[in-house]
């Protein structure tokens, strides 16, 4: 029976689990990178592509490690793995400030970083949220991952004034101290392994092993499509700070959309979460998965700065869906049995496509020259990720019989 005191522990683990990733590696060097660029660029004289192409390694790093996290977070638990990994994220970020005197050790500094904090992502906090609720799963999972909407709407602001009162090396060393003193106290004191982690036999635990799970059609039509979206709208919305400037904006006018993006990634989270519990998943998030082409469509066919506000909107939304998404189908379809690993591999491709889109944009674009043809490839890729969930005919007879 579900007392008190058990209700209180989990609503403590869900909120402390948010805190964790309101500054997780990917709110601080992912969505907060992007108001470095143009500071950093206009105190260098570094090309421009070549810092905003950073991303894209970190993305890889991070995504190469997160299969490694989800192991290790399914051997030891994510209390331990979180704890290590508070301390060293944070020695991370503070390199980048201290030793970035060139361009060749700004690069090496920011990828160190991100290996360094790897294990600060959703992965092992979706761990815990997942490992602690059966039942309102789906809105646990939102109210956590809504953290990640605040850290979007909040974070990237914050750097932008630390940037333009003491410098953007003085910016990532206070970014290191700030998340170590968030997450560590967390890892800590919160964050409790759920009851699986302390079955010694993994066969005891109900779900399918990596192999079965990789055998179905299944796994990899999610993969792809969890790609693609995020691929398509982290190109957009980590993009708008430099489209803004682009199109005339002040830093602290582009630093602000981002406050955009992450207000409408926490409604998005708070009520895709909810209804998660309540209507078909797959379908539900297909539809999710449309708001990408219609972000890019936006910034298409139009010239002024409040389109790029709007579309700020609709990116945060389907970025928001896609974080409750992808542990509520994996956790729903193969359980808890390797759910570290599966989640882990999964979290890979998003991390690839949080990476790789902004990227790929800023080189489409040509330094602004060329954002028409940009907008208009993106577009043309976001749409396959719902054609891709559509497509599980398996996902489809599943969700239906629930």
Known sequence: MDTTAGRTRRIAIVLGSGAGMYLSIGIVLIYGFSVFIVPITEDTRWDRTVVAAVVAPIAIVNGLMSPVVGALTDRFGPRR?????????????????????????????VVVASLLGAAQTGVPYTYVVVGWFTARR?????????????????????????????????????????????????????????????????????????????????????????????????????SLPVVLADRGADPATAALVMSFVGLSFIVMRLGFGALLDRFPPVPLTSLAFLSPVVGHLILLNSEGLIPVYVSAVIFGLATGAEGDAIGYLLAKRFGMRSFGKLFGINYMALTFGAGLGPASLHIAAAEGARYLEAFTIFAGIALIAPVLLILDRRTRSLTAQD
Do not use: C, H
């Not at 793995?81 to 060139?102: D, E, K, P, R």
């Not at 635990?205 to 990596?210: D, K, P, R």
């Open 138 to 238: 789906g809105l646990a999972l939102g109210v956590m991952l809504s953290f990640v909407g605040l850290g979007i709407a909040t974070v990237p602001p914050t750097l932008a004034f630390l940037i333009s009162e003491w410098g953007w090396r003085v910016a990532f060393i206070a970014a290191g101290l700030a998340a170590m003193a968030i997450t560590l106290p967390v890892a800590l004191f919160v964050i409790r392994d759920p009851p699986v982690v302390q079955k010694v036999d993994r066969a005891e635990i109900e779900g399918s092993t990596v192999r079965q799970a990789v055998e179905t059609a299944s796994f990899w039509l999610m993969l792809g499509a969890f790609f693609l979206n995020y691929f398509a709208a982290a190109a957009g919305s980590i």
């Open 81 to 109: 793995v979180l704890t290590f990994s508070s301390v060293l994220m944070a020695l991370g970020l503070i390199g980048i400030g201290i030793v970035s005197q060139n361009l060749t050790a700004f690069i090496v500094a």
